[in-house]
């Protein structure tokens, strides 16, 4: 009964290939969001969706590029990986103004 | 600009002796709140929040939390640590009016002491 899931939790892969990472949530929350976590635990917001539409969209590189199916799915693509790509990616789920929940993370090493 | 700051990047403690993180935020209008803690190789669980009302919420796992708005701070306190206590622990301060986006602060190590 996992609330937010994602996959891969690892992922390896070299620089300029593109991955995908899946997060799914079964709360029923109505928005989605994509952290990234450095390598200093600074975790900082890259986008949010509610049912499904962007309504947040920090400054990150346009080779991240999220997708949302419906709203208990948020993919996070990522194009021609980068080494500074390398991180801890969460994804997290909340009803609009509410605490969110968070997945795992999925540990991301670009070599 | 919201912020949030969490001036101790670590702190040791014995165990069963009494603990504080401290958490100051820079918000315009009431914030919304949170305490999480995220374990080693884990996700960010949530200790606590506040929304509005009594300003000492209790949490999980024995914490509370007091919110004071004249000092603009959100202190999380427990009287006695225990040694699965020792993770990474992240004050958050809730923007509800632009899309619920957090602020996270940087974040306070804490090392629990046998």
């Known amino acids: 009964d996992t609330a937010v899931s994602q996959t891969p939790k690892y992922l390896v892969t070299q620089m300029g290939n593109d991955k995908s990472i899946k997060c799914e949530q079964n709360?029923?929350?109505?928005?989605m969001y994509w952290y990234k976590q450095d390598s200093k635990k600074f975790l900082k917001i890259m986008f949010s969706y509610n049912n499904k539409e962007l309504i947040i969209n920090e400054t990150v590189p346009n080779r991240f590029s999220p997708k949302s199916p419906d709203k208990a799915h948020l993919n996070l693509h990522i194009n021609s990986l980068e080494l500074g790509d390398s991180a801890v990616y969460f994804c997290a789920s909340s009803f609009t103004r509410y605490e969110q929940y968070f997945g795992p993370g999925t540990r991301l090493t670009v070599t | 600009a919201q912020s949030v700051t969490q001036p101790d990047i670590h702190i040791t403690v014995s165990e069963g002796a009494s603990l504080e993180l401290r958490c100051n935020y820079s918000?315009?209008?009431?914030?919304?709140l949170f305490w999480y803690v995220q374990s080693p190789g884990q996700g960010l669980q949530l200790l606590l929040k506040?929304?509005?009302?009594?300003?000492l919420v209790q949490g999980i796992k024995g914490f509370e939390a007091e919110f004071k708005r004249s000092q603009s701070s959100f202190n999380l306190r427990k009287p006695s640590v225990h040694w699965s206590d020792a993770a990474e622990y992240f004050c958050a301060v809730g923007a509800p009016n632009t899309g619920n986006q957090f602020y996270f602060g940087t974040g306070t190590s804490l090392t629990v002491i046998p």
């Open positions: 709360l029923g929350h109505d928005t």
């Open positions: 918000y315009g209008a009431t914030p919304y």
């Open positions: 506040y929304f509005s009302g009594d300003t």
